[in-house]
């Protein structure tokens, strides 16, 4: 069992940038890939990145590449999303999710694990 704790998340302006963090429970985190969705009102979820057990692979939404960026800290059971350049389409509530397998992690079926959600809003 992993539970899934997200923080970090507020209201920001345009082009601003946000940290967002994963706080799981359990001594199984460093087994567990990890990923972070987003659902914005009136949306479907939608993948945003994901991490590998390691941190050593990485996948990133192409509408969030090259301004994010997640990474993971095993030794205090944390997972980050570093978010820079946000624009007002970036708010959504953001989750976390952790999957047993670096595969498929695009797709929220693929993941056992998710986090309540913190909300981030971008204004124009």
């Known amino acids: 069992q992993v539970q899934l704790v997200e923080s970090g998340g507020g209201l920001v302006q345009s082009g601003g940038s946000l940290r967002l963090s994963c706080a799981a429970s359990g001594r199984t985190f460093s087994s567990y890939a990890m990923g972070w969705f987003r659902q914005a009102p009136g949306k479907e979820r939608e993948f945003v990145a994901a991490?590998?057990?390691?941190?050593?692979?990485?996948t990133y939404a192409d509408s969030v590449k090259g301004r994010f960026d997640i990474s993971r800290v095993n030794a205090k059971n944390t997972v980050y999303l570093q978010m820079n350049s946000l624009r007002p389409e970036d708010t959504a509530v953001y989750s976390c999710a952790a999957s047993r397998l670096f595969y498929g992690v695009e797709h929220s079926r693929s993941y056992e694990y998710w986090g309540q959600g913190t909300q981030v809003t971008v204004s124009s």
């Open positions: 991490i590998s057990w390691s941190g050593g692979s990485t």
